[in-house]
């Protein structure tokens, strides 16, 4: 006879097989957190070598100016727009022309760009929803009452609400 207290088989393989689940569970949500955070991470950096280029353009753009005998150019800081050239009324109406062309492009690429966001963002949820509703449902009202489990239920209902619409 053992002289410590063990629990029924039944119970200890209901306990080991909650557990596997549980890691399992935690193993693909720290999968789907790298895979957020690594696209969160290339999306900064497309984001700061963009803006790299653009500095590089303007200084290569003031220095072609410097060189040649045309009007003269002034560049606004970073962020606040196009090349500004003194000149004529029909060449500033152009310029003008042009800068709506770009400010539109640059209104679809953002709108793009949120929509990949947005378009991701369900996908991490779906899946997570998937991985939580992989688990057995005895574990989940086991844990009814943790932050896990609350956390389950809002990522759940929100994949579900997003389904409905």
């Not at 957020?36 to 290569?60: G, V, W």
Request: glycine residues 4%; neutral net charge; hydrophobic residues 30%.
């Amino acid at each position: 006879m053992t002289s410590h207290t063990s629990l029924p088989s039944d119970s200890q393989q209901l306990l080991h097989a909650a557990q596997q689940e549980r890691d399992q569970a935690q193993a693909s949500a720290k999968r789907w957190r790298r895979l957020y955070e690594t696209e969160a991470q290339q999306r900064q950096q497309e984001a700061q070598i963009a803006e790299q280029t653009i500095q590089s353009l303007r200084a290569e753009i003031q220095q072609l100016c410097q060189f040649s005998s045309g009007p003269q150019v002034s560049l606004p800081p970073s962020g606040q727009g196009a090349v500004v050239m003194s000149n004529s009324v029909p060449h500033l109406h152009n310029q003008l022309a042009d800068l709506v062309a770009e400010r539109d492009q640059l209104l679809q690429a953002l709108e793009q760009e949120q929509n990949n966001h947005a378009k991701t963002r369900e996908n991490l949820i779906s899946a997570l929803g998937d991985a939580l509703d992989a688990q057995k449902p005895q574990q989940s009202s086991a844990l009814s009452s943790s932050p896990r489990a609350r956390a389950g239920a809002i990522i759940r209902k929100d994949r579900n609400g997003r389904k409905e619409t």
